[in-house]
Nanobody, 125 residues
Framework: QVQVVESGGRLVQAGASLRLSCTTS????????VGWFRQAPGKEREFVAA???????SDEADSVKGRFTISRDINSTVYLQMNSLKPEDTAVYYC???????????????????WGQGTQVTVSS
């Protein structure tokens, strides 16, 4: 079993920056392919950003490209740096992990086996 924990969400004003963190644990190798998704009230969960297990490949949704960046540190914590936040970025942000290797990264919710509980990001206008 793999545990996924997100943190860092809070209330900020439009234009502010925020960094979310995602930690994983539970297997011998603590390196996973990771995706960030978000879900606003009344809407479906949508892809935000993803990174493959080694950190050599990443992708971001068009709606956040140029504002959000996904990265990984040497301890395999994955971050979502969010700049120039807008009210429409308000959502619960979820981190998801999968054990697939090589260049794989997923952009669909069903592609990920392990999920965190989510962290609330609220952007006020």
């Amino acid at each position: 079993q793999v545990q996924v924990v997100e943190s860092g969400g809070r209330l900020v004003q439009a234009g502010a920056s925020l960094r979310l963190s995602c930690t994983t644990s539970g297997r011998t190798s603590n390196t996973y392919a990771v995706g960030w998704f978000r879900q606003a009230p009344g809407k479906e969960r949508e892809f935000v950003a993803a990174m493959n297990w080694s950190g050599s490949k990443s992708d971001e949704a068009d709606s956040v490209k140029g504002r959000f960046t996904i990265s990984r540190d040497i301890n395999s914590t994955v971050y979502l740096q969010m700049n120039s936040l807008k009210p429409e970025d308000t959502a619960v942000y979820y981190c998801a992990a999968d054990t697939r290797r090589s260049s794989w990264l997923g952009v669909q919710t069903y592609e990920y086996a392990y999920w965190g509980q989510g962290t609330q990001v609220t952007v006020s206008s």
